[in-house]
C-alpha cells in the first residue's frame, strides 16, 4: 500500500543534501577508523574493526536509502511515492542498518574495554539481544499509519530500551573501577552520547503522532534530517570516542602516544 507526498523543490534538496551528508560521514569514518588500527595496541583493534563494520554497514544502506529516494520521487509533479508498494521510498533499509549496527555499538564499548572474559560475556548476552528486540519492535510502529498501532509497538520498543540502559548505567558501572584514568570518565561520556543520540530516533518516530500527518511533507523531511544527524552522532562520533579510549588504554599500558 502507497501514498503520495507533495514536496517542493527546496524540501526534495534538503532531504537529498541530508542522505548525502550521512552517506560521506559514514565512508569518512570507515576509512579513519581502518587506518587508525596502528595507533592501538593490537587487544583494542577488534573494537576498530567493529566500528568500520558498523559505519560501513551505515554507509551502504545510506546508499540504498539515496537511492531509493531518488527513484521515489517524480521530478515532475513532485510527488514522493511512501508506503510498503512497489516503488515506493523504502524506510525499511533504516531498520535493517540498526538491527545490525546497534547490537555491535554495544559490543564495541565491551570490546574497547578488555574486560574479563566472564564480565564480557555477560554483557553482551544480555545488550545484543535487547538492542535487537528494541529495533525489531519499533519496525511495525514505523511502517504503520494508525496511530494506536504506532504507540502500542512504541511502547514495547521501549522496554528494551529501558533495559539496556540499566546495563549500560549500573552493570557496566561496575566493571569501571580498574580502567586507567580518564577511561571511566569518557565512557561516561560515552552513555550520554548514546542516550542523547538515541532520544531523536523516538521524537522522530513520534513526529505523526503528534500532530504531523505521515505524508505531511514537513514531517518526512524533519524525520529524515532527525534520523540522519542521530546516526551520524550515534555511528561516527560514537566510533571517534571508541578509537580515543583505545588510545587511552594503549598508551597507559606502555604504547608511546603519537595524538
Not at 587506518?35 to 587487544?43: D, E, G, N
Not at 494508525?146 to 529501558?162: Q, R
Request: proline share 3%.
Amino acid at each position: 500500500m502507497s501514498s503520495t507526498i507533495a514536496l517542493s523543490a527546496d524540501q526534495f534538496g534538503i532531504v537529498y543534501n541530508i542522505l548525502s551528508f550521512g552517506l560521506v560521514s559514514m565512508l569518512a569514518c570507515t576509512i579513519y577508523t581502518l587506518v587508525s588500527q596502528s595507533r592501538v595496541l593490537p587487544k583494542y583493534r577488534t573494537a576498530l574493526v567493529m566500528s568500520s563494520m558498523v559505519t560501513f554497514i551505515a554507509a551502504y544502506h545510506y546508499m540504498r536509502i539515496f537511492n531509493s529516494f531518488e527513484d521515489s520521487f517524480n521530478h515532475e509533479t513532485g510527488a514522493l511515492s511512501v508506503g510498503t508498494g512497489h516503488g515506493a521510498f523504502n524506510e525499511g533499509y533504516r531498520y535493517v542498518d540498526w538491527i545490525l549496527t546497534v547490537p555491535l555499538l554495544l559490543v564495541e564499548v565491551v570490546a574497547v574495554l578488555a574486560l574479563a572474559k566472564a564480565a564480557a560475556s555477560s554483557l553482551i548476552t544480555r545488550l545484543v539481544p535487547a538492542s535487537a528486540a528494541m529495533i525489531a519492535l519499533g519496525y511495525p510502529g514505523e511502517i504503520s499509519t494508525d496511530n494506536n498501532t504506532k504507540v502500542l509497538w512504541g511502547v514495547l520498543s521501549t522496554i528494551p530500551f529501558l533495559y539496556i540502559l540499566y546495563v549500560l548505567f549500573v552493570e557496566l558501572s561496575k566493571s569501571l573501577d580498574r580502567q586507567p584514568a580518564g577511561v571511566a570518565a569518557t565512557v561516561g561520556r560515552l552513555r550520554l552520547l548514546l542516550i542523547a543520540t538515541w532520544g531523536v530516533y523516538p521524537i522522530s518516530y513520534l513526529l505523526p503522532i503528534l500532530g504531523q500527518s505521515a505524508t505531511d511533507p514537513g514531517a518526512f523531511v524533519n524525520r529524515q534530517i532527525g534520523y540522519t544527524i542521530a546516526d551520524v552522532l550515534a555511528k561516527c562520533v560514537f566510533g571517534l570516542t571508541i578509537l580515543k579510549i583505545a588510545k587511552m588504554k594503549s598508551v597507559a599500558e606502555g604504547m608511546k602516544d603519537d595524538h
